[in-house]
Every structure is written in C-alpha cells, then in structure tokens.
C-alpha cells in the first residue's frame, strides 16, 4: 500500500478507530498483553478498602477484557461497556473460563459509552488504558467525566488513566504509515491494521487521521477498507479540569504505572479521584 491521500468521499467513523472484526479483537489481545496498570489499580483498590472488600465496579470502554477480566478474577461484580461486538466476545469468552459464578458476576453490555446508559451506584468507576483517546473532542471527553461522576456511589472513586499529552504531534510531515497491529488470526488469516495522521487543527486540537485495515484470508480472498477517523489528545490539565467541573476530588495523580507522582514532563497522568458524600 502507498501513500496517504483520500478518496473524494472516504468512509468516516465518529471515533479514533473501529475494533469491530474478530481478527483485530484477537490482534488487539496478542499486542496489548500489559499488566502494569492493573497491578497499579489493584494496589489503589487495596490501600482505599480493606483486604478482601467485594467492589461493584463498572469499566467503559471495557474491550477484550484486559483491565475488566482480572477484577473478575479477583472476586468483584463488574459491569463493561463496549461498543465493539468483536472486542465485547473476546471479554465474554474470556469470563466464560472463569466458571459460572464468575459469569454471573459480569455484565458485559454492546454500547456507546456517550449514549449515557450506564447505571448509578458503582463503587469505582474505570475509565483506563488510553480510552479518552477514543474520542474525537474534548467536550466528548468531558461528559464521560461527567457521566462518570453521576453513575458513582457517594464515596466511590474514579480511575482514569491516560498518556499526558505534551504536543508530540510533528506537524504535516509526520504522515508516515504507521502500523498499529499486524499479525495471523487463529483461522490462519492475516492482518495489518494502518494509520496516516493527516492534519492536526491547532486551534480545536483534534488529530484526524486515514486508517487503513487489510486482511488476507486463508483461501487468498482479501479485505481492504479505509476511512477517516479523529482523536483529541487529553493534556493532564484538560482531565483535572473536567474533574474539578463535576465535583470530583482528587485523591491521587501518577504520572506512571508503578505510580510515581505526577510531575511536568509525565508520559502519564493517572488520575483516582473520590465522589464525596455529600
Ligand atoms: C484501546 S481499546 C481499550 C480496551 C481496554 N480498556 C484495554 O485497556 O485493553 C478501546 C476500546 O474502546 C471501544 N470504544 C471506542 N469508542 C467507544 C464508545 N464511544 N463507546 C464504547 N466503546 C468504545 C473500542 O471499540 C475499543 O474496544
């Protein structure tokens, strides 16, 4: 594949990228295999509650599992909310494994986190691994903040987890392809998912890029589809203000995964923040 133009009418998605193909669900597992952020959560959860507390905890944009799958594990009743129906069966089957007790445990809900369904009375909320990213703008950003401060017990916390952006973006010359996941299905398909960042508006400060995803099946048939998709980059500043609007308060700011202090210059900003009871 070459170059980085457009077609006059490209496909658009709404959001940063389209995860809706189990080859890319299973990609997105055989990539994202980190465990530092959930060992951090897990220390968080243990230094608020005491040993062996039972949390009900709802995580949106909640994936294949990564984050929502050991909380299961480790005994609390989590609901996840996914747009994805591919990324959503990954979870599902991952939960499954886990046992009956396990499964009745977890609500694993198909939906768009902005449509606002999310329940109340949540002991944390967790909004992780990079998922404001996954939205184009910053009023967007703001009500899962928003969303997430009324879906919070009194007391509950909020866990928000993403990189601090500091202006990283090159400028019009960084339109390289990228490849942001490659390999083989279990089925023996092959797939390259690709992204060209194409502009970045200074003023709204929303990066749109071209994605790219090709797959070549086992029989020689291919797929290819290409559309234009957008993402803000969230500033540590940004999240903290978001929280302050919606009567969050911050208990704690890391500006990494073995939970160091937040400083200027984090790579990123980690945010647990309680809903005060009254
Ligand atoms: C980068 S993945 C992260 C998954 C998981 N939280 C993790 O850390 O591994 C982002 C997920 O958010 C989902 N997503 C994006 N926009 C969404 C929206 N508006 N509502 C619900 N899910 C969304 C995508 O389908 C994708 O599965």
Redesign the pocket.
Known sequence: MTGGSLASDPERWP?AAD??DPLMAALYDAE?TDTQDIALLRRLIAAWRPAGALLHIL??????G??LVPLVADGHRVTG????PA?RARAQAKVDALGAEARCRTTLRV????AGEWGAGYDLVIL????LY??PDPDAQERCIALAARALAPGGRLYVDNDDYHGQWAGPQDRELRTTFEGCGPDGSYGRAERIDLAFDDHTQVLTMLRRWYVRRPDGSEVRREYVSRKHPVTAAEARAWLDAHGLQVVGLYGDWQGTPHAAGSPRAIFWAEKPRD
């Open positions: 959001y995860y809706n994202e995580e949106c944009f909640s994936g294949t990564r984050i909310i996914e747009m994805a990324m939906g768009d986190v902005l992780g691994g990079n998922c996954e939205l």
